[in-house]
């Protein structure tokens, strides 16, 4: 974008181009698989200064990830239709100043979770940050057609800080949701990137859409959503939750495994996008996590 149209922007543009370099539906995403944890480990409902505190560094720390992630990237998000309108394309904001802005919301997040919540849920935090920053976006992104499959370990994090923040310590439990959201998030990804596969064609970006046919895709879709349902289930035994949970658990994953197969079906039968649809697989994904942490949560309210 010229300098000319950055220069005209207001104090709020820039304000809220910072905003949006720290990707706030993202975070959106990763606090939902925070919150419900607290409540699961609670047992009910968690103090609400620790939630308060988890939520602050939690956000801030995802958001630094993020802005490390646009300042990396935005050679290739200035090609792309659903990222050139970013910041750093723009050039609203320098790449000097987004990395001081993204190191700033790191240590902050890191000084926050150590002072407020505990020294475990802080280390894992920096440990998701850099795995994401490091390990997806610099290392397997451009790489593999893995990259998602691997880079998505990042956003399993939350829910072992949201565990570690009210427990001090690991369990069983919060691994069982940490690989609900690993095998989630190839659904997840791959039919948003199915619906950008020729941005990402066009940049060298192996994910999974540019390399393989829509059928593939549609088949690894579904294949990787019946091992996120079966997992989803095993919480119930590992937890011991009430019956809340499971009969949620099953019946989320009935409509998400109809879509997925849908989807899959009508890959193999065109390769038009209009047809596919992955973006209402994209949209079911976001509203069955959602509502599968909610049932997390509720679990033990209503037992009691």
């Not at 609400?48 to 990237?73: I, P, R």
């Not at 079906?265 to 065109?270: E, F, G, L, N, Q």
């Amino acid at each position: 974008m010229p300098a000319a149209e950055a220069a005209g922007k207001t104090w709020r543009d820039v304000v809220a181009a910072y905003v949006g370099l720290t990707k706030p539906r993202v975070i959106e995403l990763l606090l939902l698989t925070t919150v419900p944890v607290m409540f699961y480990a609670a047992r009910g409902v968690p103090d609400l200064g620790l939630v308060v505190a988890t939520v602050v560094g939690g956000t801030l720390s995802a958001g630094s990830a993020s802005v490390f992630n646009c300042v990396y990237d935005r050679d290739i998000d200035e090609q792309m239709r659903r990222t050139r309108r970013r910041a750093l394309p723009r050039h609203i904001v320098s790449p000097r100043a987004a990395l001081v802005f993204g190191t700033v919301l790191g240590v902050v997040s890191t000084a926050v979770l150590l002072a407020f919540v505990n020294p475990l849920s802080a280390a894992l935090s920096v440990g998701a940050n850099a795995f994401y920053v490091f390990g997806y976006t610099m290392l397997l992104k451009r790489r593999t057609t893995q990259n998602i499959v691997w880079g998505g370990i990042a956003g399993c994090f939350p829910a072992l800080i949201g565990w570690t923040a009210v427990t001090g310590s690991l369990a069983w439990t919060p691994f069982v949701l940490f690989l609900v959201v690993f095998f989630w998030t190839p659904p997840h990804t791959w039919a948003l990137a199915l619906r950008y596969r020729e941005d990402y064609r066009n940049v060298d970006v192996p994910m999974l859409p540019v390399v393989a046919s829509a059928s593939d895709v549609g088949r690894r879709i579904v294949a990787y959503s019946w091992v996120m349902v079966a997992t989803s289930l095993v919480l119930w035994p590992v937890a011991g939750t009430g019956p809340a949970y499971p009969i949620a658990a099953v019946l989320l994953g009935a409509v998400f495994l109809v879509e997925a197969h849908r989807m899959w079906a009508r890959t193999r039968t065109s390769d038009d996008l209009s047809v596919i649809q992955p973006m209402r697989l994209f949209h079911s994904s976001n509203l069955y996590l959602s509502l599968l942490f909610v049932a997390v949560a509720l679990d033990p309210l209503l037992r009691f």
